[in-house]
């Protein structure tokens, strides 16, 4: 009997084009869950199904060993197909075993670790129940339409602490077998269990507001745990934060910055921890060039405008094997916005504009720019 994974995504999204593959917290999003399920060792196979090259490119763009790309018909990937017909597809296409476990994956749910699959399944496989869902546990108050209270007597509010809630579906995972799918024709069938996760995984990604709200919540409990320690690329900004933003000139017209050596010394710390080393900035000068060759930088990349910086990092990612949640970045400007979005790690001088502060779970220093802020950060780092 094995296991098999099932990810249905589609290339045709309209409120957010092409958000299977979208950077999510600087991965694109179907990863998030392929990699969860790799290290699920109670998975055997995991079949991304998409219609969608970009999709099957960025899937086989990565290093998995258990995750197969399977090209779904256009009928089983337009808007009005449903996704048991998908699932159905594939089954028949593949001819399951009957007793195989077929276990369906929501792309959209991204905050789903590798121990709520372990959990759920290792409960499945005790037989208990013929499929299995995904919950969380609801606090909300519900109304019916004619004005009476749907779970909870408004005469005698309950206080959350003693109110026992509600189960919500949550669309991250549904388990069965692929007889009972062939024979019900649905993903759920005969007596149904409920594996309860966290509440913060109660939202799915459908809406723009969906990505900014589970982007805040996948850095607050997931990669708070461990992004410090996975930090294996620093990138700098230069005007602003390596140097004090401001324009110095000699009397024949020379332009001239200022940089601080405390920052210096940060960036050959990064180098004895193995951490690279990088600076991206939109401007292009000799002065900058000095300055990188004296850090002993192992990137430097100039002439980057709006959105180059964050391609500019998804470059060295891919020469590095790494990906933008092992990036820390530090910057100041609205140029450095996407980038900065998109790291593992970001952070910002105390003077940087109020644009770059108000970024989600930003690190702003108590230093200025050129003032050994990017030290200060780098301290952080290395000490964590």
């Known amino acids: 009997m094995g296991t098999i994974a099932f990810i ?5 999204s309209k409120s957010i084009p092409l958000k299977n593959i979208k950077l999510f917290c600087g991965k694109p999003l179907v990863c998030w869950n392929i990699e969860a399920l790799e290290d699920c060792d109670l998975i ?16 086989l763009a990565q290093p998995y060993k258990k995750t197969k790309i399977y090209r779904r018909s256009a009928e089983n990937a337009c808007d ?7 699932m159905l597809e594939y089954i028949n296409y593949a001819h399951l075993p009957q007793e195989d476990i077929f276990m369906l994956v929501q792309a959209t749910s991204p905050l789903t670790e590798t121990q709520h699959f372990r959990e759920a399944l290792s409960i499945y496989q005790k037989g208990l129940y013929d499929s299995m869902l995904t919950c969380v546990r609801n606090y909300r108050f519900f109304w019916n339409e004619d004005g009476t209270s749907k779970n ?3 005469m005698n509010r309950p206080r959350r602490q003693n109110f026992q809630g509600e189960l919500m579906e949550n669309g991250a995972f549904y388990i069965n077998t692929v007889g009972n799918i062939l024979a019900s024709g ?31 919540l996948m850095r607050k409990h997931i990669l708070s745990k461990h992004t410090q320690k996975q930090i294996k690329l620093f990138l700098s900004d230069v005007d602003g934060t390596l140097t004090d933003g401001g324009m110095y000139y000699s009397e024949k017209g020379d332009e001239l910055k200022k940089f601080n050596t405390r920052d210096g010394m940060g960036f050959q710390l990064l180098r004895e921890a193995g951490i690279k080393t990088g600076i991206i900035t939109s401007e292009n000068t000799q002065i900058v060039e000095n300055r990188a060759k004296k850090l002993k930088v192992d990137f430097l990349i100039q002439g980057k405008k709006h959105g180059g910086k964050l391609a500019a990092a998804q470059n060295i990612c891919q020469q590095l094997g790494i990906t933008l949640e092992e990036v820390a970045y530090i910057g100041d400007d609205i140029n450095c916005r996407e980038l900065l979005e998109a790291a593992g790690l970001a952070a910002c001088p105390s003077d940087a504009c109020e644009n770059i502060k108000s970024i989600p779970f930003i690190q702003v220093t108590t230093l ?10 780098i301290n952080k780092i290395i000490n964590n």
């Open 80 to 86: 009005t197909a449903s996704t048991e017909s998908v």
């Open 186 to 216: 649905n993903r759920l069938s005969g007596k149904i269990g409920i594996y309860e996760m966290p509440e913060y995984t109660s939202t799915e990604i459908d809406e723009p507001d969906d990505w900014i709200i589970l982007e805040n």
């Open 44 to 59: 055997d196979e995991i079949i991304v199904a998409t219609d969608s090259d970009k999709i099957e490119e960025t899937v």
């Open 8 to 12: 249905p995504v589609r290339g045709g």
């Open 152 to 154: 909870y007597d408004y």
């Open 368 to 377: 200025k720019g050129g003032e050994g802020c990017v030290r200060e950060f």
